[in-house]
């Protein structure tokens, strides 16, 4: 189905949020191993100067010391923060795109002295759909923080000494002790670098994922298909790679820390870059790549199957 089409046929509302989650759950089952390794290396003090441990290094040694079972990891969390995060955001981007398009289409219909802007189709200025993503972002951090907070601490537990470890046995465990052992804001620690990380995410990943498919169907080579999607998004998911990853860096420590090693989101990023180089800030770039990316892939991939079956669907009917 064209762009076009769907934008004569807009997906209901309530649909942009269930498709959002089942998408985002999909995808998270294929790339959990990735984001354990990427917290783990987030979380790995090094000596500015020294060489910290890389992927593989890291990898290996969940495998050999903690058994492969650890590289799903707070996997519970994970499919948590989906039905709480990504169904958030993906609903909230999908309705502001059809709003937005609703507008835009208003915009040319009035301003249009012959039928040209109704041939040509609407196109959102990539300002318009950046906004959106940032907005769809920002909601959708406030709402998954606490499943963050649970899932940072998951994956984390196995690099602490056994005396230290939280040993959660599920998300809702974990979710229920934090409350009773440090109160119901801790479930919000680390929320500023939360939002903010995920409006720039957002903000490049669904901004740059809708524009990159816009500027692969003009060419003309190409249409609506499997292809599409799977280059759009790693276009997408390179962008927000870039983007995001200081702050996810700055995150997941504050989320972590026991005691109050970090003021801050701010106090975090100066310390991390002073002790161990700016570089480290983006610690965990490949595996937050080689999750994130194929995350991407999965998430939009499966949103626009799950949306090519209810129009399909609709049509037999």
């Not at 354990?36 to 987030?42: A, D, P």
């Not at 519970?76 to 990504?86: E, P, V």
């Not at 990853?245 to 005691?259: G, I, V």
Request: proline letters at 4%; aromatic letters at 8%; hydrophobic letters at 45%.
């Amino acid at each position: 189905m064209s762009a076009q089409e769907a934008v004569q046929r807009p997906l209901p509302n309530y649909l942009q949020f269930v498709f959002g989650g089942l998408a985002g759950m999909g995808a998270t089952l294929l790339v959990q191993p990735f984001d354990v390794v990427k917290t783990r290396m987030q979380l790995t003090q090094s000596v500015q100067g020294a060489q910290a441990p890389g992927p593989l290094y890291v990898l290996r040694a969940i495998v050999v010391q903690e058994g492969a079972s650890k590289l799903y990891a707070g996997l519970s969390a994970g499919l948590f923060r989906q039905i709480t995060y990504t169904t958030t955001r993906l609903g909230v981007y999908g309705v502001l795109l059809e709003e937005l398009t609703r507008i835009r289409k208003a915009q040319q219909a009035s301003s249009a002295h012959d039928g040209e802007s109704q041939r040509q189709g609407v196109a959102l200025p990539f300002s318009w759909k950046a906004g959106a993503g940032l907005t769809a972002g920002t909601i959708g951090a406030l709402v998954g923080t606490p499943a963050e907070v649970a899932l940072i601490r998951m994956m984390a537990d196995g690099r602490l000494p056994p005396e230290r470890r939280r040993n959660y046995r599920s998300v809702f465990d974990a979710l229920i002790r934090i409350v009773r052992e440090e109160g119901i804001m801790t479930l919000w620690r680390g929320a500023l670098p939360t939002v903010g990380r995920a409006a720039l995410l957002n903000m490049a990943q669904l901004g740059t994922y809708s524009q990159a498919k816009e500027m692969i169907l003009s060419t003309g080579l190409v249409g609506d298909h499997l292809g599409t999607h799977v280059l759009a998004s790693t276009c997408s998911g390179f962008a927000a790679t870039c983007i995001s990853l200081p702050l996810d860096n700055a995150k997941t420590k504050l989320q972590h820390m026991r005691d109050r090693e970090y003021a801050g989101m701010l106090d975090a990023l100066l310390k991390t870059s002073r002790s161990e180089g700016i570089p480290a800030l983006w610690r965990g770039f490949m595996p937050y790549f080689l999750r994130l990316t194929p995350h991407t892939i999965g998430a939009f991939v499966l949103l626009e199957q799950l949306k090519k079956l209810y129009f399909t669907w609709r049509q037999v009917l």
